[in-house]
């Protein structure tokens, strides 16, 4: 209740009171007496403060009541964070568990120590096992190594031998000599040194021989043979002779014969090698024969035939000699210089190599039947080894 409806209040007819009547005015009962202003007031300002306060008893209960539901919602919260990590334990405690169950049981399923000792007897039986059996595997594949390194040696030793005596080609047979060496040097074989000494034999020889360039002295007479071709008698050039000085005495058939000499000459000097002028078909036979004498003499270096090879050249010189002069320089130039090949050596004694090949294949075949011997002391260690192996099993 406020206090203006306190105020108010006072001037109101109280509820239980009778409305007055029209009726006559009857003698009135003495009326009660009216609480004075200030006790109104008072009352007003004390329930004003008995509301006040209960409000705020109301709002200290509400605030109470939301700080205590806050409080369980946070204690709430906890206990299901540790509710959480509870089951987040217990399911790591369950795998911890399901793996120690499967270690117990690869555990439960190992072998016992009598097992383990026999399978570590097996194993190693089956490493000597494998350790032997490399052992041959190498054993093997050196020999056959090897066996395919003597075989080169041997086929290079012929190769030596067929460039000699079919092309008389020194320095490649030379070569292949050396390598056919350098493999028996490599084998480190005491057996060998009888072999290398007849190959050595056989390449000291071989180098030893004089130098003989087939390919280029062939190549050097082809070069002159092209210049046959060129070849071309020098025609005879007359000199016209100076006058003689006229003498008054002289006749006319006098000066007239002195005018005659300037163009006409006759040489009486029996010495002198007078060549006859070639031309047309005479040049061409001669040049054609030049060029058949000079590849004949090609053909000799080719064969080695050194007889051959000199009266070819001497053949093409005495052509040149015989139809032209020593005043057509290319002529002379070209006669001079088959005369310096004809000194040149086709053919020289080659060495037999034959006795190197013998001693090889005399080597490879004694090699091979002391590797086959050694085979088989090799294959009867390893059973003599398996006997004894199954002798300790059992």
Same mark, same amino acid.
């Given at each position: 209740?406020?206090?203006?409806?306190?105020?108010?209040?006072?001037?109101?007819?109280?509820?239980?009171?009778?409305?007055?009547?029209?009726?006559?005015?009857?003698?009135?009962?003495?009326?009660?007496?009216?609480?004075?202003?200030?006790?109104?007031?008072?009352?007003?300002?004390?329930?004003?403060?008995?509301?006040?306060?209960?409000?705020?008893?109301?709002?200290?209960?509400?605030?109470?009541?939301?700080?205590?539901?806050?409080?369980?919602?946070?204690?709430?919260?906890?206990?299901?964070?540790?509710?959480?990590?509870?089951?987040?334990?217990?399911?790591?405690?369950?795998?911890?568990?399901?793996?120690?169950?499967?270690?117990?049981?690869?555990?439960?399923?190992?072998?016992?120590?009598?097992?383990?000792?026999?399978?570590?007897?097996?194993?190693?039986?089956?490493?000597?096992?494998?350790?032997?059996?490399?052992?041959?595997?190498?054993?093997?594949?050196?020999?056959?190594?090897?066996?395919? &390194?003597?075989?080169?040696?041997?086929?290079?030793?012929?190769?030596?031998?067929?460039?000699?005596?079919?092309?008389?080609?020194?320095?490649?047979?030379?070569?292949?000599?050396?390598?056919?060496?350098?493999?028996?040097?490599?084998?480190? @074989?005491?057996?060998?040194?009888?072999?290398?000494?007849?190959?050595?034999?056989?390449?000291?020889?071989?180098?030893?021989?004089?130098?003989?360039?087939?390919?280029?002295?062939?190549?050097?007479?082809?070069?002159?043979?092209?210049?046959?071709?060129?070849?071309?008698?020098?025609?005879?050039?007359?000199?016209?002779?100076?006058?003689?000085?006229?003498?008054?005495?002289?006749?006319?058939?006098?000066?007239?014969?002195?005018?005659?000499?300037?163009?006409?000459?006759? @040489?009486?000097?029996?010495?002198?090698?007078?060549?006859?002028?070639?031309?047309?078909?005479?040049?061409?036979?001669?040049?054609?024969?030049?060029?058949?004498?000079?590849?004949?003499?090609?053909?000799?270096?080719?064969?080695?035939?050194?007889?051959?090879?000199?009266?070819?050249?001497?053949?093409?010189?005495?052509?040149?000699?015989?139809?032209?002069?020593?005043?057509?320089?290319?002529?002379?130039?070209? &006669?001079?210089?088959?005369?310096?090949?004809?000194?040149?050596?086709?053919?020289?004694?080659?060495? @037999?190599?034959?006795?190197?090949?013998?001693?090889?294949?005399?080597?490879?075949?004694?090699?091979?039947?002391?590797?086959?011997?050694?085979?088989?002391?090799?294959?009867?260690?390893?059973?003599?080894?398996?006997?004894?192996?199954?002798?300790?099993?059992?």
């Amino acid at each position: 209740m406020s206090e203006a409806d306190s105020k108010k209040e006072p001037l109101q007819p109280p509820a239980s009171e009778p409305a007055p009547a029209t009726e006559p005015a009857k003698p009135a009962k003495p009326a009660k007496p009216v609480p004075s202003k200030p006790a109104a007031n008072g009352g007003a300002k004390s329930l004003a403060a008995l509301a006040l306060l209960v409000g705020l008893g109301g709002v200290a209960l509400g605030g109470y009541g939301i700080w205590q539901l806050q409080q369980l919602g946070a204690q709430q919260d906890q206990r299901l964070e540790a509710m959480q990590g509870a089951a987040e334990q217990t399911r790591q405690l369950a795998e911890r568990e399901r793996q120690l169950a499967a270690r117990l049981g690869r555990l439960e399923q190992l072998p016992s120590a009598s097992e383990l000792e026999e399978r570590r007897r097996l194993l190693a039986a089956l490493q000597s096992d494998q350790q032997r059996l490399s052992g041959r595997v190498e054993q093997v594949l050196g020999a056959s190594r090897e066996e395919w &390194r003597l075989a080169e040696a041997e086929h290079l030793l012929r190769m030596a031998m067929l460039r000699l005596s079919a092309m008389q080609d020194v320095k490649s047979a030379e070569m292949l000599v050396h390598e056919a060496d350098l493999i028996l040097q490599k084998q480190d @074989d005491p057996g060998a040194y009888g072999t290398r000494q007849k190959l050595l034999e056989g390449l000291e020889a071989l180098r030893s021989l004089p130098e003989l360039d087939r390919t280029g002295l062939f190549l050097q007479l082809g070069a002159l043979r092209g210049q046959t071709g060129q070849l071309s008698a020098l025609a005879p050039e007359f000199v016209n002779g100076e006058a003689l000085p006229e003498n008054a005495q002289d006749s006319r058939w006098q000066r007239w014969l002195n005018e005659l000499t300037r163009y006409v000459r006759v @040489d009486f000097d029996a010495s002198a090698d007078v060549k006859p002028l070639l031309a047309g078909q005479t040049l061409g036979q001669v040049r054609l024969a030049l060029s058949l004498a000079i590849e004949q003499a090609q053909w000799a270096v080719l064969n080695g035939n050194t007889r051959v090879y000199r009266q070819s050249l001497e053949q093409a010189s005495t052509l040149l000699k015989d139809h032209f002069s020593d005043d057509n320089g290319q002529a002379r130039g070209l &006669r001079e210089r088959l005369e310096a090949l004809t000194q040149r050596e086709v053919e020289v004694s080659l060495p @037999d190599l034959a006795p190197a090949l013998q001693a090889l294949q005399a080597y490879v075949q004694k090699r091979e039947r002391r590797d086959e011997s050694d085979a088989g002391e090799t294959s009867a260690q390893p059973e003599a080894q398996d006997a004894e192996q199954e002798a300790q099993r059992t």
